[in-house]
């Protein structure tokens, strides 16, 4: 069974998701996915054309899969259960699936 999905930052992932969705159970995910970045600064021409072609920034994360659509993935990093009703979520983050560069299912693995 394959556990990611390796992608080439031109395949798009929207595929993969069928219907928007709540998820009942949450999985535990890893995911790496490639994260807007800024220079605020001046430069010459010449090197802001090759600071585009080599400035990346990927983040590297696992959470809770609370929600997913064909467009974005919810995903949550702190969850806290104080067994008076509803949990407590922390970290919460919606990350486009076209920035998604790598997903692995870690639920079966703790």
């Known amino acids: 069974m394959e556990l990611f999905i390796n992608m080439k930052k031109t395949d798009a992932i929207v595929d993969l998701v069928m219907d928007d969705k709540e998820l009942n159970e949450w999985e535990l995910t890893y995911i790496e996915w490639e994260d807007a970045i800024a220079h605020t600064g001046w430069m010459s021409e010449s090197e802001g054309k090759k600071w585009f072609q080599k400035q990346t920034m990927t983040v590297k994360q ?18 806290s ?11 919460l983050q919606k990350i486009p699936h076209t920035w998604i560069r790598k997903r692995v299912l870690l639920t079966d693995m703790i």
């Open 81 to 91: 259960d104080w067994g008076e009703g509803e949990r407590e979520l922390g970290q």
């Open 62 to 79: 696992v959470g809770w899969v609370v929600t997913e659509t064909k467009k974005y993935l919810g995903i949550v990093s702190r969850m």
